[in-house]
């Protein structure tokens, strides 16, 4: 084995990192002519490249329901990622505060990304609408908060020390937890079960912040003796926090993912179109499902739940994305999809009780506080003033009377949202054949 390809497997297997885009430096998406938004940027991603068409997992994540309640208002978000490149126009008005922890002489507010991963993950999360584009974020008004932890997985980046680490996730995890951030996305996954991020995620719960990781995927290019299978990976299987494997659009499990105890729920990780650390939009995972973009989503709708109840503890928030979760069995998860595909909507509609199937619930033993007409106020991590007023109280109206209505419609809709859904859930858990390799891909 070179001493390249032994370097890049040696931080493979230290990380196993969930980084499955498939651009290099110029960020250049692999695309096929099978729906517009595809052609619209099969050509090499830049600042001037728009997809004008919707993202295609915001209907499957039921998002226009979900924002007739809330659109993530007052709620930050950190991606501890590669950093989020704050001068794209989707995330201008929505990146605030923000550290780099990678010593690399770069922008000190973590908003320089070299690499695209975190940029990409934030658009999922909470890009703003522009003109000539469709991209939008599942929490468009949701504040993210970069939190840099690595340059790139290059050779050179791993051994000038810029590369991904459990230390400086750990780091980064807690960061995100003092500066107030309600959910926390981690795109990234290790095989090992390392104290510090286990200690990093517990103490963010107890901080009032939830942890969202993504499972892991498998690398078909590696050999069998260097993937470890599946199993639990980190730190998406520390008590605490949500672990997100990726389905296709129609909700089926895929064979991307890497299983195991640790999968919590999952969502779309297949065919992204989002933001691009060039200034543009592109597209991502066209081929293959990727569990970075699973766990970007699941992080929004958490988003959501936050902001529907800000009084609401993250097991709480967790619960109510689990216990909502469309799947073919309502009392059964599984390694491969969890509790089942999220559903935003379902989640803030739900009305917690005993009757409710699934998983246990917190609020039978930590009752959940009374929902008031006051909101929480937005969080801030800098000196921006966040929404308007006038957004303020239109959100807020909108909150209250549609929380009116959900208590008496909040079961009937969890149930035809499955039945709706179950046909393909149900009949998509056969494998889709692709090799039992393990590995994570270790490139945007």
Known sequence: MTRARATRSAAAGMLGLALVLTFGAGAQAAMTNASPWRAAAQEQ?????????????????????????????????????????????????????????????????????????????????????????????????????????????????????????????????????????????????????????????????????????????????????ENDGDGERYPAGAAGALGVAASDLSGAPTEASIHGPHVAISAPGQEIATTSALGGDCAYAVEEAA??????????????????????????????????????????????????????????????????RGPASPFLTTPAPARTQDAAAPISVSDDPGPDAEALGIAATTAIVALVVLAAVGALSVFVTRRRAEASVSSSRTPTGRGGLFGDSPGP
């Open 45 to 225: 991603c830049s600042a001037a490249t728009r997809i004008p068409e919707t993202p295609p997992a915001l209907e499957t994540l039921q998002s226009e329901a979900a924002w007739s309640v809330t659109r993530g208002a007052g709620v930050t978000v950190a991606v501890v990622d590669s950093g989020v490149a704050a001068a794209n126009p989707h995330l201008a008005a929505a990146v605030s505060g923000g550290v780099n922890l990678v010593p690399d002489g770069t922008d000190a507010a973590g908003t320089a990304d070299s690499y695209g991963h975190g940029t990409a993950i934030a658009g999922q999360i909470a890009a703003r609408l522009i003109e000539g584009s469709g991209i939008v974020g599942l929490a468009p008004e949701a504040k993210i908060l970069p939190v840099r932890v690595f340059a790139g997985t290059s050779d050179q980046e791993v051994e000038a020390g810029f590369g991904p680490s459990t230390a400086r996730i750990a780091e980064g995890i807690r960061y995100a937890a003092d500066q107030g951030a309600q959910v926390i996305n981690v795109s990234m996954s290790t095989a090992a079960a390392d104290p510090a991020l286990a200690e990093a995620v517990a103490y963010a719960t107890a901080s009032g912040s939830l942890v969202v990781g993504s499972s892991g995927n498998r690398d078909s290019t590696l050999a069998l003796e």
């Open 291 to 356: 569990t970075s973009y699973a766990a970007g989503y699941v992080s929004a709708a958490a988003a959501l739940v936050a902001a529907a109840f800000p009084d609401e503890t993250p097991e709480q928030w967790a619960y109510r994305l689990e216990a909502t979760a469309v799947r073919a069995d309502p009392d059964t998860r599984s390694d491969e999809a969890g509790w089942g595909v999220v559903q935003p909507f379902d989640a803030i509609a739900l009305v917690p009780g005993a009757d409710i």
